[in-house]
């Protein structure tokens, strides 16, 4: 079957990396893409990140990719709540999924570790949580304060949690939840209960849980012990950097926000940014886009396309040529999706 697939390149590498995504992905799939310049860029000739129907005209695909946005001079909260934001909440995505693996060729900075230690999936809410609007600022001067409140409720709370324990049930992976009820004592303890009502629907899988700081130490220390990791949207997005990093960087990192009801498209990008210190030198690492691109065709049902695309890229990786210099090579972005398409 064909898919209908927008795009939306963004800023930066983003564009880059987007485009040999769409090139590995055309060498295994029947797709049909859609082109939305919606960007920082954009922004600044038409003061909008999205047109005011920019969800409506995203709706009817089905599903999105989308590189990275962000630009010097454009202040990121307008790119985050001008786009990203806006579309992960009207389209219910409220699970964002990170995946990483060692491959190889690929150095950890934990350098004696193989690729069975360092597997974790990043499960991390992506909804409500810490990032919230509910807040605001107040006073003066010396008197000037802030004030942001987490959100967490309990339908957003469960259906998060029971996804990573459907996913760890699949993957045969134990469940860890990041949780700070010492220090956070209202929204804290009420996630640690709704997971613990979880858990007893899936007695057959192993969890447990940390608090957020010593998970992050653990992550480092002892990777081995951990599987999927379930998180709320700010530790989520800590934990998932820092697990990026263990396996060898963003260069390699992908993501999807899913709508697992699939009552409307979901949207894959890399966790990487629009990264302007290297943007338009043509050296930016495609693989983490492309391992997004996999994602999404899995969750389109084309999983022996999936499957292909990270084994060419396993193949590829291999061979130092294809490496590009975040991974200690010089090959170009070009160059380097290249040799993922001859692998393929
Ligand atoms: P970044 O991920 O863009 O870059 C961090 C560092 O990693 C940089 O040194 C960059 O060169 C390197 N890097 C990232 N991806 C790479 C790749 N594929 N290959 C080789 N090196 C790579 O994060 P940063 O610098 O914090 O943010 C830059 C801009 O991107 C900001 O405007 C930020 O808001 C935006 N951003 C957008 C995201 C999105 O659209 N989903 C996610 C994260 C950041
Ligand atoms: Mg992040």
């Given at each position: 079957t064909?898919?209908?697939?927008?795009?939306?390149?963004?800023?930066?590498?983003?564009v880059?990396?987007?485009a040999?995504?769409?090139?590995?992905?055309?060498?295994?799939?029947d797709?049909?893409?859609?082109?939305?310049?919606?960007?920082?860029?954009?922004?600044?000739?038409?003061?909008?990140?999205?047109?005011?129907?920019?969800?409506?005209?995203?709706?009817?695909?089905?599903?999105?990719?989308?590189?990275?946005?962000?630009?010097?001079?454009?202040?990121?909260?307008?790119?985050?709540?001008?786009?990203?934001?806006?579309?992960?909440?009207?389209?219910?995505?409220?699970?964002?999924?990170?995946?990483?693996?060692?491959?190889?060729?690929?150095?950890?900075?934990?350098?004696?570790?193989?690729?069975?230690?360092?597997?974790?999936?990043?499960?991390r809410?992506?909804?409500?949580?810490?990032?919230?609007?509910?807040?605001?600022?107040?006073?003066?001067?010396?008197?000037?304060?802030a004030?942001?409140?987490?959100?967490?409720?309990?339908?957003?709370?469960?259906?998060?949690?029971?996804?990573?324990?459907?996913?760890?049930?699949?993957?045969?992976?134990?469940?860890?939840?990041?949780?700070?009820?010492?220090?956070i004592?209202h929204?804290?303890?009420?996630?640690?209960?709704?997971?613990?009502?979880v858990?007893?629907?899936?007695?057959?899988?192993?969890?447990?849980?940390?608090?957020?700081?010593?998970?992050?130490?653990?992550?480092?220390?002892?990777?081995?012990?951990?599987?999927?990791?379930?998180?709320?949207?700010?530790?989520g997005?800590?934990?998932?950097d820092?697990?990026?990093?263990?396996?060898?960087?963003?260069?390699?990192?992908?993501?999807?926000?899913?709508?697992?009801?699939?009552?409307?498209?979901?949207?894959?990008?890399?966790?990487?940014?629009?990264?302007?210190?290297?943007?338009?030198?043509?050296?930016?690492?495609?693989?983490?886009?492309?391992?997004?691109?996999?994602?999404?065709?899995?969750?389109?049902?084309?999983?022996?396309?999936?499957?292909?695309?990270?084994?060419a890229?396993e193949?590829?990786?291999?061979?130092?040529?294809?490496?590009?210099p975040?991974l200690?090579?010089s090959?170009?972005?070009?160059?380097?999706?290249?040799a993922i398409?001859?692998?393929?």
């Amino acid at each position: 079957t064909r898919h209908r697939i927008a795009v939306i390149p963004g800023d930066g590498i983003g564009v880059e990396v987007t485009a040999e995504a769409i090139r590995v992905v055309d060498a295994v799939a029947d797709v049909e893409w859609t082109s939305f310049d919606w960007s920082c860029q954009s922004y600044l000739d038409t003061g909008k990140m999205m047109p005011d129907d920019g969800l409506e005209q995203l709706r009817p695909f089905d599903a999105i990719l989308l590189g990275a946005v962000g630009y010097p001079g454009v202040p990121d909260h307008i790119s985050l709540w001008g786009l990203l934001i806006p579309i992960r909440r009207a389209f219910d995505q409220y699970v964002n999924v990170r995946p990483v693996k060692l491959l190889p060729g690929v150095q950890s900075p934990l350098r004696d570790r193989t690729a069975e230690d360092l597997q974790m999936i990043v499960v991390r809410e992506n909804s409500e949580g810490e990032y919230s609007n509910v807040g605001g600022r107040q006073g003066l001067g010396d008197y000037e304060m802030a004030l942001q409140t987490a959100v967490f409720t309990r339908h957003g709370v469960e259906r998060v949690v029971r996804y990573a324990f459907e996913l760890a049930r699949q993957q045969n992976l134990p469940v860890c939840s990041a949780t700070k009820s010492n220090g956070i004592v209202h929204t804290m303890p009420f996630w640690d209960e709704v997971f613990q009502d979880v858990a007893k629907e899936y007695e057959d899988v192993p969890s447990e849980q940390c608090l957020a700081d010593a998970l992050a130490a653990r992550m480092v220390m002892a990777p081995q012990t951990l599987g999927v990791v379930v998180a709320s949207n700010l530790f989520g997005d800590l934990l998932s950097d820092l697990s990026a990093a263990v396996a060898g960087g963003l260069g390699i990192a992908p993501a999807a926000n899913l709508n697992p009801q699939r009552t409307a498209p979901s949207m894959f990008e890399a966790v990487h940014g629009s990264a302007p210190d290297i943007a338009g030198k043509g050296i930016a690492n495609p693989v983490a886009q492309i391992l997004t691109a996999a994602m999404m065709l899995d969750h389109l049902g084309e999983t022996q396309a999936a499957v292909a695309i990270e084994q060419a890229i396993e193949r590829a990786l291999a061979d130092p040529g294809a490496r590009t210099p975040d991974l200690g090579g010089s090959a170009t972005t070009r160059g380097s999706a290249d040799a993922i398409i001859a692998a393929l």
